[in-house]
């Protein structure tokens, strides 16, 4: 995994912003860089939004344009490291400060606290933070308040870490809940899911079948100098991350941006079925669009697929058309209803059972939080039973409409038992006609599977996610 370069160590007035190094954090930067107090005062906001309850999504869209790119580079790195800061802001400032004032200083301490990752020397973070509370009136007279916190940081950086390091919270960055869960979940793994959250997820691509190969692309890239390597059966995973303008081919739909445990959606649903008869086919919770596209992209030339695509959300539906159309496939009906609501949407889709339904249910998105790093801070405890309760709500409903002989596939971008391996065995207890097939199960995050670590991994470095198969039995 790549790492960023790292800064040269006096302090500037103006600093390019941290290159991205994900997929979620890809972005070009403005011609004439900002200073980097602007940047710092802007994440700090943005951070504030997150403790508000607004989701990263949210907090970054109301940062002005040319700051965005660098302005989302530091808050990733903030919130993957907010529970270390937060510790170190209790340790430095026992009394909480006004809630500006602590997203700033949790913003600096989140940056600086560890000098081999931070984006800039921590001597120039901590002077240009004391610099953006001067600038801004609604923290200029605490700014001496910044200035000693941080300064005092910075000269007993040791031992405030020291003092730190028997909290989970900032051990491990995630929720007290959110540690134990996983202790549970996973007794064997918790420690190995936690190090793959807070680190950078790759940026992975997956070739279009009907357009190319990996192979024939990885020669398209190598002729561009790109490193990259293949993995799964459709994908390539880029050892950096690249803006997807720049990616070839990808304006013409020859490439899609998708994680390589998502890539296995479609042949794990496809697998066994006879690929050149009619199939009627449903992807139940379709935005935004990716898994819909690789069903489609593994259509035989002449077979008469009928896929449906349900999406909730009109917003998040027109993703799907905007997918489909970049990657010049046509022969899905998007339609905007609630799966559940089966009597509102099925007479539309034809009315007859599926061959084939993929639920990708909505869940906590615990698999993916080193993409969206935000997310670990949002959600609750309380979330998981709230969801696993509408997974199988959905379970329930999508289930019969399973031509005898088909099958549903049901996953989740969740490392959580409760929204996988819990949910399967319930289902299984209220359903006698399913069979459960070979499935994958949890997927553990990063380039490992459930026996331990295995660099040459053939998923390559991947989410979180879960996977079910179930099998209806024939009539």
């Not at 339904?357 to 801070?377: N, Y």
């Amino acid at each position: 995994m790549s790492t960023e370069p790292r800064r040269p160590r006096p302090v500037r007035t103006a600093v390019p912003p941290p290159p991205p190094r994900s997929e979620g954090e890809a972005g070009g930067g403005a011609a004439l860089a900002p200073p980097l107090w602007t940047l710092l005062q802007s994440t700090a906001e943005a951070l504030q939004a997150v403790r508000d309850g607004q989701s990263g999504t949210a907090a970054l869209a109301a940062v002005a344009q040319p700051l965005r790119p660098g302005v989302q580079a530091l808050l990733f790195q903030a919130l993957r490291n907010l529970g270390r800061a937060q510790a170190l802001r209790r340790h430095l400032a026992p009394r909480n400060p006004p809630p500006r004032i602590d997203a700033l200083l949790c913003t600096a301490l989140a940056l600086a606290w560890s000098p081999h990752d931070a984006p800039y020397e921590p001597f120039t973070l901590v002077n240009q933070a004391v610099e953006a509370a001067k600038r801004n009136p609604s923290t200029q007279a605490q700014s001496a308040f910044v200035n000693a916190c941080l300064r005092r940081f910075l000269r007993e950086r040791d031992a405030c870490v020291a003092a730190t390091d028997g909290d989970p919270v900032a051990r491990w960055n995630h929720p007290a809940w959110w540690i134990e869960r996983l202790r549970q979940d996973h007794p064997q793994h918790w420690q190995r899911i936690l190090e793959a959250n807070n680190a950078h997820a790759p940026m992975t691509l997956r070739v279009a079948r009907q357009k190319s190969s990996p192979a024939r692309y990885l020669q398209e890239l190598a002729a561009m100098h790109l490193d990259a390597i293949a993995v799964g059966a459709d994908g390539i995973e880029l050892r950096q991350p690249q803006p997807v303008q720049q990616l070839p081919g990808f304006a013409d739909g020859m490439v899609s941006v998708q994680d390589s445990a998502a890539q296995q959606a479609a042949p794990l649903l496809l697998d066994g079925l006879d690929l050149s008869a009619p199939l009627r086919l449903l992807d139940a919770c379709a935005a935004p669009g990716g898994k819909t596209a690789h069903l489609l992209e593994c259509q035989p030339p002449g077979a008469a697929w009928q896929v449906t695509a349900l999406e909730v959300d009109p917003l998040r539906a027109e993703r799907i058309h905007d997918t489909l159309r970049r990657l010049k496939l046509s022969a899905a009906q998007v339609l905007v209803a609630d799966a559940a609501r089966v009597e509102d949407w099925w007479p539309q889709s034809g009315g007859e059972p599926f061959d084939a339904i993929l639920l990708d249910a909505p869940c906590t998105a615990s698999g993916i939080v080193r993409r969206h790093p935000d997310v670990r801070w949002l959600r609750r405890a309380s979330d998981i039973a709230q969801l696993a309760a509408l997974q199988a709500q959905l379970l329930a409903r999508l289930w019969p409409l399973v031509r005898p002989g088909g099958r549903l596939l049901y996953c989740t971008c969740s490392v959580f038992r409760a929204e996988g391996d819990a949910q399967v065995q319930a289902f299984l207890q209220r359903n006698t006609d399913a069979r459960l097939m070979p499935s994958p199960g949890h997927l553990i995050p990063g380039r490992a599977d459930k026996g331990g670590a295995v660099p040459d991994n053939p998923a390559g470095d991947h989410d979180g996610f879960f996977y079910a198969l179930f099998h209806k039995a024939p009539a």
